[in-house]
């Protein structure tokens, strides 16, 4: 019974990694100027314009934007050497949740919440996902036949 | 009682009590004849502590093993790397782009299905675009600002456009440049007003929702339609200047594009100023070639499609000379402004430059089409003022009329680029400067003017019967907006007051401008405007406005006046032309006239009376 609700919240954390990961293949925005490119190409097309997405510099965008996925891989890294619920994760799993946060706080902000795609919610619950199975109670999972 | 119990009660039990060192003594001289571990002998039990105590070791603790931890962190390593490198290139390379000209034409038809500027841009050719997202950024924050559109990053909210069924073919026409011809698709549009802003839908009050498509296969009647895709950086782009240069050689059946053109470094002007003075003198000489040697090939290909654009001008010729010439510019790295003033003559008489404003001579045509010299009058066409509500032309370019005295405020300079150490003009940076300029100083009487919606500002002034209303000092081409107290079934009368154009020429009282008059919910009282010798009754009691629009041409000076009927001159209830007739405005815009006179009224009730209302 431990072994199997260990592997469940490590495969819960890397469930919410991957949608981390996989926010970045999607579409961000739903309708208007940039609901045509995925992901990197939406935020690649707007570093190469230069412009200033309103409310919202390019350069703030890109770097918040590419945490997103980068902190989806850093998470897998974490739970392949430590396991889910070791220190590194937890720090791992709470940084994704205000990148994430942020990210689709300023995805509103520029686009409203209506015109918002797949992409930030699916990063939104990675992160929620990957949260909750780094700090799971331990009653949860704590082996009860001793 | 298990067997480490017995033993351990053994041990208490046996012996004496005594003292610790005795007890140290004691094991220390026992230690020679040691007993064997493991071995118990029961029978000296009191005196012999046992020498082996069993410890319960517990075993050591084993980690739960992770199945796929390595690989699993291997994967999020890669995964970094990727997401790093995928960083790095969007930081640092152009972007955008498709890997085949089919490619970029179908990524530019999904960027409008999306109604997304961005995307289309990312496939438009960089060299072309570069400033072009400057300006529609600027548009769009002005958009939001006036509240055309409710959001900048949705300009397009409530029109919805549709690209399906594409099929595209290619030709090659030179390396690096294929064209893509739409074999077949459509293009259908939709509007849905209540997602317009408020200020749309006021300005369209009433309009339905429309939905409409195209055949974009046959868009022009007599060729197939295509669009020119170029590859700059390994990445094919969509090219609006060599899609229009194609489609100019292929209406005029024009020769081949040469794209073997000569370097950048063999085209060109050494300096700036000399660029801009080397244009002006090849337009004047009517030397093309090398007024399209001058404009960068990298932005507008000119010179490879000279043949063909030479055979479209065919014997048409500019018609002026140019006898002073001075330029001014300021260089910023590879991009410089330049200023231009110069002056000339042409065969209607003398022209000048003055960085802004260009003045000439504009002879008037008289009622029988005749030009008639001793009614010419000088006019200035100003660029980079106030922006006009007569059209998307006219947008920068300002007509003043004659007396106005027109002098640019703001010079309008002509941007320049330098490639390969050569100096080029550069057009589209121009003309994008020039709207950059325009768009900003739209303001909200500008914006209300062209959608219609004068009425809705707040008055200017009040409008005082019988009181004459200055237009002297606005220069805005925004109509004025009075305010009137009426009261019902008033006859009124207006008419503009300004120098006459032509002396003799019946038609100028005509050429000030036009009044239109609103109730106070904002609706027209009728939908004719107020001309002279066109007299309009009011409703009812109550507040009204009347919007002045005076005309772009007209001088700064002038008035504008409204009678009662009953007190107007009589050059305002009969101004010439109509002789004897007076019209009074019908229900539906038209005028009716009663006269026995001879002389055709250009009121006439068979035509409708122009009622526009602010373009």
Known sequence: MTARRGATVDVAYFLG????????????????????????????????????????????????????????????????????????????????VVIAVAVVAAFTAVVGLDDLAAGPWLALAGALVL???????????????? | MNELERRLDLLARRGTPRGADAVLEAANSGSDGAATPGEIDDSVSDATPPDVIPFVTAEPARRRRRPFGSLIAAAGMAAVLVVGAVAVSGLLGSGGGSNSPEGAVRQLADAVSHEDP??????????????????????????????????????????????????????????DVTKVTISSGTMSARTEHQLFSQLLQRAMHGAHDESSSVDLAHLADDQPTFLVAIKQDGKWYVSAAYTVLEYVREANRGPAPDFDVPPASALGADTPDAAVQDALRALSANDFNRLF?????????????????????????????????????????????????ASGSTSSGPWSWDGGCLHSRDPNVDTNGDTNASTSADYAY??????????????????????????????????????????????????????DGSIGKVDQRTLYATLGL??????????????????????SP???????????????????????????????????????????????????????????????????????????FAPASGTFTVWHEADAPESALHPPGLGDQQCEITDDGGSMCSSSSAVSSPFDSSSATTATSTP
């Not at chain 2, 570069?130 to 055309?148: F, I, K, Q």
């Not at chain 2, 002073?324 to 991009?335: E, H, I, R, V, Y």
């Not at chain 2, 009728?526 to 005309?551: C, E, H, I, N, W």
Request: hydrophobic content about 45%; some cysteine; aromatic content about 6%.
């Open chain 1, 17 to 96: 990694g991957a949608g981390l990961l996989a926010s970045s293949l999607l579409h961000w925005v739903g309708r208007g100027a940039g609901s045509a490119l995925r992901g990197h190409a939406l935020v690649d097309a707007v570093i190469a314009l230069g412009r200033d997405v309103p409310g919202l510099s390019a350069a703030r965008l890109t770097v918040c934007w590419y945490a997103v996925p980068a902190i989806g891989a850093v998470s897998w890294i974490a739970l392949g050497l430590t396991g889910a619920r070791s220190t590194s994760s937890r720090i791992v799993a709470g940084v994704a």
């Open chain 1, 131 to 146: 949260a909750g199975a780094a700090f799971a109670p331990r009653r949860l999972v704590a082996d009860r036949s001793q």
């Open chain 2, 118 to 175: 961005i995307a289309a841009a990312d496939v438009l050719a960089p060299s072309e675009v570069g400033s072009l997202e400057a300006t529609v950024s600027n548009a769009e924050h002005r958009a939001a600002d006036l509240r055309l559109v409710d959001s900048a990053s949705a300009p397009l909210r409530g029109v919805d456009l549709s690209v399906d069924g594409l099929q595209l073919s290619t030709e090659p026409l030179g390396p």
């Open chain 2, 293 to 341: 040697s001058l404009v960068a090939p990298d932005q507008i290909p000119l010179y490879a499609y000279r043949s063909s654009l030479a055979q479209a001008i065919g014997d048409s010729r500019t018609d002026f000379t140019v006898t002073q010439l001075s330029t001014s510019s300021t260089t910023n790295g590879d991009t410089a402004n330049v200023v231009l003033h």
């Open chain 2, 382 to 435: 100003c660029v980079s003022g106030t922006p006009s509500v007569f059209g998307g032309l006219a947008f920068f370019v300002l007509p003043i009329g004659p007396g106005r005295g027109a002098t640019s405020t703001t010079p309008a300079p002509i941007a320049v680029v330098r490639r390969d150490g050569r100096w080029f003009v550069n057009p589209v940076g121009t003309v994008l400067g020039l709207l």
């Open chain 2, 454 to 475: 004068s009425q809705d500002l707040p008055a200017d002034g009040a409008l005082t019967l019988g009181r004459p209303v200055s237009l002297a000092g606005d220069d």
């Open chain 2, 478 to 552: 925004a109509p004025r907006v009075l305010a009137l107290h009426g009261h019902a079934g008033e006859r009124i009368v207006g008419a503009f007051d300004v120098p006459n154009l032509a002396s003799g020429d019946d038609i100028e009282s005509y050429d000030g401008g036009e009044a239109t008059v609103y109730d106070s919910d904002g609706k027209r009282v009728s939908p004719g405007a107020l001309f002279p010798g066109q007299v309009m009754t009011l409703p009812r009691d109550g507040d009204y406005k009347v919007v002045v629009q005076v005309y772009g």
